[in-house]
């Protein structure tokens, strides 16, 4: 996840209170990186990390910072991790270093430590700036009051609940294409996925979250529906060399400073634009459902929920007002729960689309369930219909193993620890390793894209996507390291996984099972030149056309052929 710091803006000549205090700004962080850049160089000299293999960098002021963050995504850890193991050693700027992860045992350590390992500086501050001092920012104590709270609106049973709505939004974004594609003559069109399943995705968690209808699908004139379109690309892009830098030297600055500078960073301004209307709206929203608690009419949203246990709780361990703000400002629920879904959407039709013989093949097991659903005399699918679709859930679990949109896990050790290994690897010396000390301030990055490769889990064709692993079970998932779907890293595991993991399977179901009993989508000439772009989250771009952001255009027929 990368928030871009392109400096390269220009300063307008007339003085003024603003310009002054961006030069002042400027100054003070130029001089505070020079000290970290002095500081690391001199404490990098002696790492403990020494033995530990990794790939010569060419850059010392870069490190391997452009590999990671600015190529398609994945793939320099697959390389790193063919030829070094599990764990690698990396240089970021000014020669520090970070471990890669990808080794099960050490990933379940790091990450099922309680507080132990801590988010990064850097990424809580873009939790902060996405989504204010939500659930996304907090940490130890304050994490663990905000995510107790937040926890009961996203069990198996509320999930179950929102299935109407998810395949509501579907038939309607259908609906749309159905009235385009009938003027269009020949029986279908292309649409890009990313901007259409982006309108039905953040109707989905509107009325989800909190009963709030965006109703963008066919009207995008909401102002909260506005902010948020293209949010991605417009404030989260690849970042530039200079953006790199700064972004790893972040987290040497006080946390204060680096508030203090991204609060008045011109750059930053959709974010700051799109949390102000997101305040508006959730000052509302709170209002709203506390008159509607107090009445005895509650809704059954995530929202609702959260004030509900908010208010039973005593007065000690509840949120703030400016906390359940936060919790509905962009990241925490609108963020976390929009641009992911979309992606993995588009993953998935992007997958199907290739492959016309799987698409059939779950079109034909689509047909037999709502067979089974009419015989006993209903009309709409329930989760436990999904859960009896075995081709269904294989392709949504091999989607999210091959595509995982959040790439990276970032975290800091708290304390001296060792980090256990499952498979040992060879260190400088020819020594085997099969545990590694590390010291209070040790960063790793935790890849779930590597892991998700790991030969040994998933089969020696792990670099290929093909749903039938999971149908002929031969993905080993009896010593499951407690992540929390199908032995995938995709949703993280531990304290900080994805609260919203059954949400976004469900969601991801429904839409696949909307889309084949209504269309059938075909390959168009540009997905040959796809890439997996590192934006916020992994995006489907187009080779050549990377200026123009987000892009999966699918042909889409109506009916089936
Ligand atoms: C395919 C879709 C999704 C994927 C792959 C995904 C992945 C993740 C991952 C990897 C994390 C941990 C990030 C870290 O620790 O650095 C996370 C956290 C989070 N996700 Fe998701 N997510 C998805 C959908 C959702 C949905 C639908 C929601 C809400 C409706 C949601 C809400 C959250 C929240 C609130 C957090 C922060 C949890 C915490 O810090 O305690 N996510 N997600």
Known sequence: ??????????????????????????????????????????????????????????????????????????????????????????????????????????????????????????????????????????????????RKLMTPGFRATETQKFLPIFIACAEAMSSEWKKIISKSGDQSCVFDLTDHLSHATLDAIGLAAFDY????????????????????????????????????????????????????????ETLHHVAHVGKGVAKQLIAQKVDEIEQGTPNTDIYTSLVQSNLSESFKSRLSDEELVAQMSCRTLLFGGHETTTNSICWAAYELARNTELQDQLRTEIKSTERKIADRGEFEFTLNDYEE?????????????????????????????????????????????????????????????????????????????????????????????????????????GARSCIGWRFAVAELQTFIVVLLRNFAIRDTPKLTRIRRESALTMVPAIEGELDKGTQLPIRVYLGDS
């Open 1 to 146: 996840m990368q928030i871009s710091l392109n400096t390269s803006h220009t300063i307008s000549p007339s003085f003024n209170p603003n310009t002054r205090i961006q030069m002042e700004t400027a100054t003070l962080l130029i001089l505070c990186l020079l000290v970290a850049a002095l500081f690391l160089f001199k404490h990098n000299a002696s790492s403990p990390l020494w033995n530990i293999q990794g790939p010569k960098s060419s850059s010392f002021i870069l490190g391997h910072l452009r590999e990671l963050l600015q190529r398609p995504a994945g793939l320099a850890e697959f390389e790193w991790q063919r030829t070094y193991g599990d764990v690698v050693r990396i240089r970021t700027s000014f020669g520090s270093e970070q471990l890669v992860v990808s080794d099960p045992k050490a990933l379940q350590h790091i990450l099922c430590s309680g507080y132990k390992w801590r988010r990064s500086p850097v990424r809580r501050e873009m939790g902060r700036l996405t989504s204010g001092k939500g659930l996304g920012w907090a940490d130890g104590e304050t994490h663990m009051r905000h």
């Open 213 to 268: 209808d965006f109703g963008s699908i066919s009207n995008h004139e909401n102002e909260l529906a506005k902010a948020y379109e293209g949010l991605t690309a417009k404030a989260f892009r690849a970042p530039s060399n200079m953006g790199l830098i700064m972004l790893d030297l972040f987290r040497l600055i006080p946390s204060a400073v680096m508030e203090f500078m991204n609060d008045h960073n011109p750059r930053l």
């Open 389 to 493: 679709m075995p081709l269904l859930n294989a392709i949504c679990k091999e989607t999210l193993r091959f595509h995982p949109i959040a790439l990276h896990l970032f975290r800091t050790a708290n304390e001296d620890d060792v980090i256990p290994l499952s498979k040992p690897i060879v260190g400088k010396t020819g020594q085997l390793i099969t545990e590694i000390p590390v010291s209070k301030g040790t960063r790793i990055v935790g890849s779930c894209s590597a892991y998700n490769r790991n030969l040994t889990i998933f089969g020696e064709d792990a670099h290929e996507f093909n749903p039938n692993r999971w149908l002929e079970g031969r993905v080993k998932t009896e010593n499951n390291l407690g992540f929390p779907y199908a032995n995938l890293a995709t949703f993280a595991a």
